[in-house]
């Protein structure tokens, strides 16, 4: 390949050096791979967790219109519309407490931290 061409021209104590930061840098480039995967994994549970509230969300009836009540029987169906509405309101709430936060509190755990930037010449900043 053309690396191994490359390195050919390369001697003594500079071939060596740069088969090692060249052996550096691959371990640093595994290293991140494997990070950002890792990663990739917590933003896939938090997106699931999210989908799965969503769909639950979605599944709570609408409560009636209020303005279409009023003109039917006002305050029988008004009193009937704010228990839905807030029966609505609190069967939502809870999907975020228990579906919503749980998935993020679990996508937020263990998150991996990035390596700190990679020199290949091994020489610190």
Avoid: H
């Avoid at 009836?61 to 029988?76: C, G, I, N």
């Avoid at 839905?84 to 679990?106: C, F, K, P």
């Amino acid at each position: 390949t053309s690396l191994k061409v490359s390195l050919s021209d390369w001697q003594g104590g500079a071939s060596t050096q740069i088969g090692q930061a060249l052996l550096r840098c691959a371990t640093q480039t595994s290293l991140l791979g494997d990070v950002a995967t890792r990663i990739g994994a917590k933003v896939d549970e938090a997106a699931t967790g999210l989908a799965e509230a969503k769909r639950l969300v979605e599944l709570i009836p609408d409560p009636p219109a209020t303005a279409e009540l009023a003109q039917q029987r006002p305050f029988m169906n008004l009193k009937a519309a704010d228990y839905q509405r807030d029966e609505a309101d609190m069967e939502a709430a809870n999907v975020l407490r228990t579906i919503y936060a749980s998935a993020m509190v679990a996508a937020d755990t263990d998150v991996p931290v990035l390596p700190p930037p990679f020199d290949p010449t091994g020489q610190q900043p």
